[in-house]
């Protein structure tokens, strides 16, 4: 597999945590409350600005998945 730069991991990512926001039915507001995080910072996240490991810790938990899973980029579930 490929290494992905930086830019282009962080362009993945942000799609990742939409698409699993969606995949839950949640909106940015609910994922925020649910992990205990202001919406603004989901938002951020979406647009692809850098997170601190504690805020990733926190949208795993708002997703009810390990830290690891939120890294599984190249998973697609129906």
Known sequence: MEELNDKDFAKMFEKHIKMLRKRHELSQSELARRAELEKTA????????????????????????????LFKLNERKA
């Open 42 to 69: 989901i938002q951020r996240i979406e647009r692809g600005y850098n997170s601190t490991l504690k805020t990733l810790r926190k949208i795993a938990k708002g997703f009810d998945i390990s830290l690891s899973d």
